[in-house]
């Protein structure tokens, strides 16, 4: 079965600083999804950023990058220069070919940006 | 419309009750996919529907729990006989289509779930 750890429940960067949200992955599959969710105070789930296993470069998108080192089987998310509107649960899901359709999540990391 | 809807945005029910939730998709989007977050935890995948069938209903936590999709629009999640632990968000996402491994999933703002 698919399976996502992250291991950080909470983590507190400076304003300005960069930060690194663990994300660990277990599949058997070749073809498979990897996806950072932000989830807010209001609740609503916000797509980052999406790496396809095939990839073979790190996808970027803006302040975010993932750090995605297949052999580790992991996909880190690299924030840069944090804002406090970054100051959110953080959530790293995988999809693969043969699933049913669902992701399926890690529990989650709580990034606190202080001033 | 924009983006994924769901009502109500609240719910506060009583032990025993029936309710409905409701979500509607995004225009055009084939898919669509039902998940539970309990206070402080992940996502819990519940169903996901591809047009108005539903291949796999073995997410669903108990006989309590279903779910319908009417012409590939609207879905209601209902859950008889509500329990004190299905106290939840209730999250639904759609997407273009299932297939693939680029699974861009466009999450509403969700239902909160009470039950007292």
């Known amino acids: 079965a698919q399976k996502i750890t992250q291991t950080q429940p909470g983590m507190f960067v400076q304003e300005k600083e960069a930060v690194t949200l663990d994300c660990t992955y277990d599949?058997?599959?070749?073809?498979?999804?990897l996806f950072w969710y932000k989830q807010p105070s209001s609740g609503e789930m916000i797509f980052l950023i999406y790496?396809?296993?095939?990839?073979?470069q790190n996808a970027t998108e803006g302040r975010y990058s993932l750090n995605f080192q297949k052999a580790r089987k992991s996909a880190n998310l690299v924030i840069s220069a944090s804002q406090l509107g970054d100051s959110a649960m953080y959530f790293c899901?995988?999809?693969?070919?043969?699933?049913?359709?669902?992701?399926?999540f890690g529990k989650g990391t709580k990034l606190s940006v202080k001033p | 419309g924009a983006g994924v809807s769901q009502s109500p945005s609240n719910k506060v029910t009583e032990k025993g009750k029936d309710v409905e939730l409701r979500c509607d998709p995004i225009?055009?989007?084939?898919?669509l996919y039902w998940y539970r977050q309990r206070l402080g935890q992940g996502l819990e995948f519940l169903i996901y529907?591809?047009?108005?069938?539903?291949?796999?209903k073995s997410g669903l936590p108990s006989d309590r729990f279903s779910a319908e999709r009417t012409g590939e629009s609207v879905s209601t999640l209902t859950i008889q006989r509500t329990q004190q632990e299905d106290s939840a968000v209730y999250l639904c996402?759609?997407?273009?289509?299932?297939?693939?491994?680029?699974?861009?999933?466009?999450f509403g703002p969700g239902t909160r779930l009470t039950v007292l």
């Open positions: 996402a759609s997407s273009l289509t299932s297939g693939g491994v680029y699974n861009e999933q466009f």
């Open positions: 599949t058997s599959d070749q073809s498979y999804g």
């Open positions: 790496q396809g296993s095939y990839d073979e």
């Open positions: 899901a995988t999809y693969y070919g043969g699933s049913q359709g669902n992701l399926i």
């Open positions: 225009s055009g989007h084939t898919a």
């Open positions: 529907f591809q047009g108005n069938s539903a291949p796999d």
